[in-house]
């Protein structure tokens, strides 16, 4: 299987001291999902954000389909880099319907309104079409965030957390839901989680941040 | 249970404050049902036009001026990190400080052909009489210009307090689908904000609209000037309430559209799971333009006035401190603040009944009450003298001549209804700090009434208290176009006598008002900027 992502030997630190993340390597296969694990504040937030390219290493590198996107001297800007974000507060654009939101990313596309149709319904969400997020359930918006994440057929999916604020049953069901979709479509995923169970029903793979190491399992 | 004991005091006082309040309004509605002169028609087939065009012309064109300067300032101060951001984030208010007419008078100084800049120009460059450097300003575009430097803060205000409860996490999807960091601005951060940003324009286009000092010195023929020349130049009051009854319907509109979005702007932050903007650093350059971005606003609306105004001071030697000066100084801020007090009192009066009762007929009655702040002085002044004409004819005709017309019960009782959104708002604030159990723990040791509210509530509620006398205060100084009408034969205050020296051209002797009315109205910038140093979220970012 051909590797998406590529990280090698990066390192990350706020400030002059401080390193969230120290010589870390790694690379995703297509179709591949990963979760990464650890305790709150080790830096798995940040690693994703490194990949999405909202932060710059202070050193190594980020490569996409071999593609040098990130190092200590460049950074591809995120818009560049085809990529789904999925984050825990859905961040829905609030002025925007369901289906604007949807279609955010695919606006230049002439048969735009057909796929978000397409998505909404993958997502069961499509009778919410002309709903404002403030109007939906929390369990709807996440769907909702799922569908523009994938519409835009991203190279890889990057999932921050996105079912920490949902309760037990939803997410379960949210669960089952969403792996079925990743693994039909074939997407590389990076799921960025506190909880094991979770990590362990979606992956293929589990990296775990300790402080000082990495295991992978 | 008999009516009296549910129908207390506490519900009959929100209910009278509403009808008094009302009543002057409601005199100015009622005239669109009386008979129309011949002035009415000279007016609707010779100058009605020009009032709506120009009035129009006007709010659109400060409107788009005060929505670019007052989003792109509050988007950077917000954002980047740049020379002189802490400044900024509360200096791009100090145009608050100066009124409109002010400003107009300074720019009249400083640009008309004899005015201190053409001058400056003129012997810089070596021009010619005839060729000036910079164009006339007494005209709309000038006004246009005076307006947008002196309201944009409104809009500033608003926009940086959405843009702060902007979450990161939103603009970074916005990112990964596609948007630059610029496009980020115009595409999801400025629509998102959209319902505030109009929030704030209705504000502007409120005050634009209730403007009379300004727009007279300029000489534009708009709604205000038209109800006052009807007024004074034909002696037509009931064509002056005509007048005033279209105005108020259009500013009636403005604030319900504000309203309504104001409503809706609560729609910004939807995640409990709020993450703050990340605040960028930028290169010099770009640090350079930031700075001079948020600069220009305040060295138009506030340094350039400020200028002018020292400048006349200088020319006036020792003229300045005069007898004259100091009297109109008393009078207004014994009117001020005893207008102040009283309107104080009324606030905490019907915000108390709110809490002591919890009575939806006074929950209803209490938003109503704030609709004073829409209203222009003027067209308010013509109600109260109509309101005031009919009390001694039918009422108090037992007194020799007019006891309540041209008296000074007409001002205090403008300036309240006018403020009383002011202080509205700094006691529901204060109230909202303190929590139902302290009613409770009072009551069941029998603590009610106004027991409670002096023993308990009161001393609680001081810095309210006082707060709320302060921002009244200046606003009330500020106040032209009412206390022009309203005020008693020969009694100066010092907006008056500004704007008296400013219409004969005195521009030199209207300084000392000037400076007093811009000193007074710095008062609530000082609690703006407190509340935007608290605002700051820095160190959760």
């Not at chain 1, 709807?140 to 079912?163: G, K, M, S, Y």
């Not at chain 1, 839901?177 to 169970?197: A, M, R």
């Amino acid at each position: 299987m051909k590797t998406i992502l590529e990280i090698s030997d990066l390192s990350h630190s706020y400030g002059d001291e401080i390193f969230t993340i120290t010589d870390f390597s790694f690379s995703l296969k297509e179709g591949e999902i990963t979760s990464i694990i650890g305790a709150s504040g080790i830096g798995k937030t940040t690693l994703l954000r490194i990949i999405a390219g909202l932060e710059q290493p202070v050193e190594g590198e980020v490569r996409i389909n071999e593609k040098l996107v990130s190092s200590k001297n460049f950074i591809l800007p995120p818009e560049k880099r085809n990529l789904g974000l999925v984050v825990e507060d859905r961040a829905l654009f609030p002025h925007l319907n369901v289906k604007k939101n949807v279609m955010f990313g695919i606006n230049y596309i002439e048969e735009k309104e057909s796929l978000a149709r397409e998505y909404l319904e993958l997502f069961k969400v499509l009778d919410l079409e002309e709903k404002f997020p403030h109007e939906i359930s929390a369990g709807q918006q996440q769907r909702v965030a799922f569908a523009r994440a994938l519409i835009t057929n991203p190279d890889i999916l990057l999932l921050d957390e996105p079912f920490a604020a949902l309760d037990k049953k939803l997410k379960s069901e949210l669960h089952v839901e969403t792996k079925k979709i990743f693994k039909e479509k074939g997407l590389s995923v990076i799921l960025v989680t506190h909880d094991e169970e979770e990590a362990e029903y979606f992956s293929d793979r589990i990296i775990e941040f300790q402080e000082n190491k990495i295991i992978v399992r | 249970m008999p009516f009296f004991k549910i129908f207390t005091i506490w519900h009959a006082l929100p209910i009278l404050i509403l009808l008094l309040f009302f009543s002057p309004i409601l005199i100015i509605l009622f005239s669109l049902f009386s008979d129309y002169s011949e002035n009415w028609e000279h007016i609707y087939n010779y100058v009605l036009t020009d009032y709506i065009v120009n009035s129009l012309i006007l709010v659109l064109g400060v409107s788009i001026l005060v929505i670019i300067i007052g989003s792109v300032t509050a988007w950077i101060v917000t954002n980047y990190d740049f020379t002189g951001r802490r400044f900024f984030e509360w200096g791009l208010i100090l145009p608050l400080a100066i009124p409109p007419y002010i400003l107009a008078y300074t720019f009249t100084g400083l640009f008309d052909s004899y005015g201190t800049l053409n001058e400056l120009a003129g012997s810089i460059f070596n021009l010619q009489e005839s060729g000036l450097f910079f164009p006339n300003i007494r005209n709309i575009y000038g006004a246009i210009l005076v307006f947008s430097f002196t309201l944009y803060p409104y809009v500033y205000l608003i926009c940086r307090t959405a843009f702060l409860n902007q979450s990161r996490s939103m603009f970074e999807v916005g990112r990964t689908l596609g948007l630059s960091q610029k496009l980020i601005f115009l595409k999801l951060a400025l629509p998102i904000v959209r319902p505030a940003l109009i929030a704030g324009t209705m504000i502007v286009a409120m005050e634009t609209l209730s403007d009379f000092g300004a727009v007279d010195h300029f000489a534009v023929s708009t709604f205000t000037t038209g109800i006052f020349r009807t007024w004074y130049g034909m002696y037509d009051l009931t064509t002056a309430m005509q007048l005033a009854s279209m105005l108020l319907i259009f500013i009636t509109f403005c604030l319900v559209i504000e309203r309504t979005s104001r409503r809706n702007a609560s729609f910004s932050t939807i995640s409990s799971n709020f993450k703050p903007m990340p605040i960028k650093k930028l290169s010099s350059q770009q640090s350079f333009l930031c700075f001079l971005v948020c600069f220009i606003p305040i060295f138009i609306g506030f340094v350039l006035p400020i200028l002018e105004i020292l400048n006349w001071s200088l020319r006036f030697n020792s003229g300045f401190f005069e007898k004259h000066f100091f009297r109109i100084s008393f009078n207004t801020i014994s009117l001020s603040v005893f207008s102040a007090i009283l309107c104080t009192f009324i606030a905490m009066l019907i915000n108390f009944s709110i809490r002591y009762q919890n009575s939806s007929i006074i929950k209803v009655t209490n938003p109503f009450l704030n609709i004073g702040y829409a209203v222009p002085g003027l067209i308010l002044a013509v109600g109260i003298v109509q309101l005031f004409v009919f009390l001694d004819n039918n009422i108090l005709n037992s007194f020799d001549g007019y006891f309540v017309t041209g008296s000074i019960f007409g001002l205090i009782f403008a300036y309240i209804i006018k403020s009383y959104a002011l202080a509205n708002s700094t006691y529901e604030a204060g109230y909202q700090k303190i929590s139902q159990t302290v009613d409770d723990t009072a009551r069941i040791l029998k603590s009610k009434g106004f027991n409670l509210l002096f023993r308990v509530h009161f001393p609680l509620l001081k810095t309210s208290f006082f707060t709320s006398i302060l921002l009244v205060t200046s606003e009330v100084v500020k106040e032209l176009p009412a206390t022009l009408v309203l005020r008693p034969f020969n009694f100066e205050t010092l907006a008056v006598s500004t704007y008296i020296y400013a219409s004969e051209e005195r521009m030199i002797e209207a300084a000392a008002p000037a400076t007093a009315i811009i000193l007074i109205g710095l008062i609530p910038i000082f609690f703006l900027t407190k509340m935007i140093r608290a605002s700051r979220l820095e160190d959760k970012r």
